[in-house]
T-cell receptor, first 114, second 111 residues
């Protein structure tokens, strides 16, 4: 398996622009997680899905953030409008009950908002 | 109060020695415990998981779990410079399918 795939790997954008991050989970995994990591706050869970349904979005910082999972093999995290404080590395991870819920991470998207 | 706590380090260990990383958690109902390694600029990578009290060994790595004392540790034998990384402890509670993450311990293996 190719593992979790994320795109783009790097994104530089100006404040106020819309940013869309993409994730393809490992085939057969039924849980998908979006995380944000910064030096100050560490690894933060933003939202997670089970069978394409959002289960807990309490970590989404504000209404500027939204996430969708239209099918089992694709998810997006959108920030609109972006702000400099959104600069971070965003990880997508997937897991499966069949594999004891171990989470496998994608390579991440490094977002810089100027 | 943080639910999963780790010493942020850095923990400096000479090459060839045993590195010991510790993690404590607050929820007594926690069921699954995971150790991830994260190299600078890379994503977290699963090293080991443990569910039962006692030790679990995998190569140079040993995870130890003590549910009564609510701690889990990771031992790395024969430490190598390539083991230098940040080690993240994560805990799954029975109430949900999330992992609760510690802040990580930075480990430095000195040649």
């Amino acid at each position: 398996d190719a593992g979790v795939i994320q795109s783009p790997r790097h994104e530089v954008t100006e404040m106020g622009q819309e940013v869309t991050l993409r994730c393809k989970p490992i085939s057969g995994h039924d849980y998908l997680f979006w995380y944000r990591q910064t030096m100050m706050r560490g690894l933060e869970l933003l939202i997670y899905f089970n069978n394409n349904v959002p289960i807990d979005d309490s970590g989404m910082p504000e209404d500027r953030f939204s996430a969708k999972m239209p099918n089992a093999s694709f998810s997006t995290l959108k920030i609109q409008p972006s702000e400099p404080r959104d600069s971070a590395v965003y990880f997508c991870a997937s897991s499966s009950k069949a594999f004891s819920y171990e989470q496998y991470f994608g390579p991440g998207t490094r977002l810089t908002v100027t | 109060q943080k639910e999963v706590e780790q010493n942020s380090g850095p923990l400096s260990v000479p090459e060839g020695a045993i590195a010991s990383l510790n993690c404590t958690y607050s929820d007594r109902g926690s069921q699954s415990f995971f150790w991830y390694r994260q190299y600078s600029g890379k994503s977290p990578e699963l090293i080991m998981f443990i569910y039962s009290n006692g030790d679990k060994e995998d190569g140079r790595f040993t995870a130890q779990l003590n549910k009564a004392s609510q701690y889990v540790s990771l031992l790395i034998r024969d430490s190598q410079p390539s083991d230098s990384a940040t080690y993240l402890c994560a805990v799954r509670t029975p109430s949900n399918y999330q992992l609760i993450w510690g802040a990580g311990t930075k480990l430095i293996i000195k040649p």
